[in-house]
């Protein structure tokens, strides 16, 4: 069974700080893996997808990185900034008849203050 | 529709009662996925559609669970007998392939 775990839970720094969030998975059978960021009481927003076959993916001050074979992900925020709050969950996405299905991290909660 | 779209947004449900979520997917999404996320916790899958089957259940906790597409479009998740630990937002996710998930502001319910 997949299980996916984010570390840090929560992480809060002052603006301008460049900081890294970590994600680890036990089954290297992914498909692809997904960072969203959730804002309280909204949906999940994409923010970077990564395919199996990738080394990593960049948008804006995001960048996304993934060693597959090592189960491992982390993603990259430059030059954070108050707006950059949130929680930012990680998920893998499985093949075959789980066609699509996403296991997720328990997520961390980012605070990023003035 | 330009996004998924569930609804309602909030329901406040007596224990014991049942309830039915809804989700509208993004026309001419195929695939269709219910997530739930209990406070403090991350997000469970629940149930995968491929058009109107359900091949991937495995996420549904009790057989007081179900769910029902139809004409490939809308889904709506239903709860029997209501249990305080059903209280949850529940998350409707739909993509046209594995590439990408779209998800809809979620259903928060809560048991009384």
């Known amino acids: 069974k997949q299980e996916v775990t984010q570390i840090p839970a929560a992480l809060s720094v002052p603006e301008g700080e460049n900081l890294v969030l970590n994600c680890s998975f036990t089954?290297?059978?992914?498909?692809?893996l997904q960072w969203f960021r959730q804002d309280p009481g909204k949906g999940l927003t994409s923010l970077l997808l990564?395919?199996?076959?990738?080394r990593e993916q960049t948008s804006g001050r995001l960048n996304a990185s993934l060693d597959k074979s090592s189960g491992r992900s982390t993603l990259y925020i430059a030059a954070s900034q108050p707006g950059d709050s949130a929680t930012y969950l990680c998920?893998?996405?499985?093949?075959?008849?789980?066609?699509?299905?996403?296991?997720f991290g328990q997520g961390t909660i980012l605070t990023v203050h003035p | 529709g330009a996004g998924v779209s569930q609804s309602p947004s909030n329901k406040v449900t007596e224990k014991g009662k049942d309830v039915e979520l809804r989700c509208d997917p993004i026309?001419?999404?195929?695939?269709l996925y219910w997530y739930r996320q209990r406070l403090g916790q991350g997000l469970e899958f629940l149930i995968y559609?491929?058009?109107?089957?359900?091949?991937?259940k495995s996420g549904l906790p009790s057989d007081r669970f179900s769910a029902e597409r139809t004409g490939e479009s809308v889904s709506t998740l239903t709860i029997q007998r209501t249990q305080q630990e059903d209280s949850a937002v529940y998350l409707c996710?739909?993509?046209?392939?594995?590439?990408?998930?779209?998800f809809g502001q979620g259903t928060r319910l809560t048991v009384v």
């Open positions: 996710a739909s993509s046209l392939t594995a590439f990408e998930a779209f």
């Open positions: 089954d290297s059978a992914i498909y692809n």
């Open positions: 990564i395919q199996s076959s990738q």
């Open positions: 998920a893998v996405r499985a093949g075959g008849t789980s066609y699509g299905k996403l296991t």
């Open positions: 026309s001419g999404h195929t695939a």
């Open positions: 559609f491929q058009g109107n089957s359900a091949p991937d």
